[in-house]
């Protein structure tokens, strides 16, 4: 049932996204996730506690979710069916597409570009801003370039393959678990003091949760780009995650630039490592071949979606 739901999930989220006005009204699915962890962070994670109580606590908190996420979502996905029959697949893409992200990532990263284009770098900034935890404030357009290209590449993976990737595996429980696990280390699955206990499940299960859609996704990226297999499988390794560096390096290699490097997190420069070759200034234009890249990459996915459908 998850592989003709997959692809309809899919032109769902590409024809309409998550509406602006639906969003005013009722907030995004994962408004609910956020709600949780920002509930239980408040009321578990106070600094005073031991490490290993917050350790433990988002342990909870992880559980939490789960059960949440999957067992809400096993429980939608059975209802529609009893009650649709043979035409409850229609109803379940519906509840999957808001859980995937195509159309919302380009939305989000064409602004970018258009704003260098103008000339306009404090709102270029500003729209970077609305997709990047890095400090914005001191950027040059290079820079700018570069964090809107990295957040794409980066998201390709959290926003449209990983989700694909569990939607197509356990249906709509293992996307919406996907997206909750995703949300939690986003919002708590940092190292600094304040998150390090308390998220440290978190973070773990989404970095094993992205293990295989990772890879697979930088593996898009260079189908999509024509090119990038070496800079990927050198420079994967270089970032500090150990799965968001596959789709970057990938992207990287690809376009033929250097990502990442020194960035900047709440006035504290953090010295990372280059990620791929190349000495041209990013720019608008790069931007630009990143998003026809990725809407290439998203096309493949469609592809494949399709193809396990019919193969099935």
């Not at 899919?10 to 006005?21: E, H, Q, S, T």
């Not at 440290?200 to 898009?220: E, K, M, S, T, Y």
């Not at 990927?232 to 995650?241: L, N, Q, T």
Request: charged share 20%; aromatic share 8%; net charge neutral.
């Amino acid at each position: 049932m998850a592989e003709p739901v997959a692809s309809l999930a899919l032109a769902i989220d590409a024809a309409i996204g998550w509406p602006p006005g639906l969003y005013r009204r009722i907030g995004h699915p994962v408004g609910l996730f956020a709600h949780i962890i920002q509930g239980a962070e408040a009321r578990w994670n106070q600094p005073w506690r031991g490490s290993a109580f917050r350790r433990a606590a988002g342990i909870v908190l992880v559980a939490l979710l789960l059960l949440v996420a999957g067992g809400g979502g096993w429980a939608l996905h059975h209802a529609v069916l009893r009650l649709a029959g043979g035409w409850g697949w229609l109803a379940v893409a519906f509840m999957a597409a808001p859980g995937l992200a195509q159309r919302s990532l380009y939305d989000h990263v064409r602004p970018v570009a258009a704003a260098l284009d103008a000339g306009d770098a404090p709102a270029a900034r500003a729209a970077l801003g609305m997709i990047v935890g890095r400090d914005t404030a001191e950027l040059d357009e290079a820079g700018i370039a570069r964090g809107a290209i990295e957040s794409l590449a980066e998201s390709f993976c959290d926003g449209v393959a990983a989700p694909l990737f569990w939607l197509v595996a356990l249906g709509l429980p293992g996307l919406w678990i996907y997206k909750a696990i995703n949300t939690a280390d986003s919002l708590i699955g940092h190292r600094e003091e304040r998150w390090r206990a308390f998220g440290w499940a978190a973070a773990r299960l989404d970095d094993l949760l992205n293990l295989i859609p990772a890879r697979l996704a930088g593996i898009v990226i260079c189908l999509a780009g024509g090119r990038g297999w070496r800079i990927m499988i050198r420079d994967a390794g270089r970032h500090a995650s150990p799965n968001a560096g596959w789709t970057e390096a990938a992207m990287a290699g690809v376009l033929g630039l250097r990502l990442a490097g020194p960035i900047a997190y709440d006035g504290v420069v953090h010295d990372k490592p280059w990620i791929g070759d190349g000495d041209r200034a990013a720019d608008a234009g790069e931007i630009r071949r990143a998003l026809r890249v990725y809407l290439r990459a998203c096309l493949c996915l469609w592809v494949v979606a399709g193809g396990i459908a019919w193969a099935l």
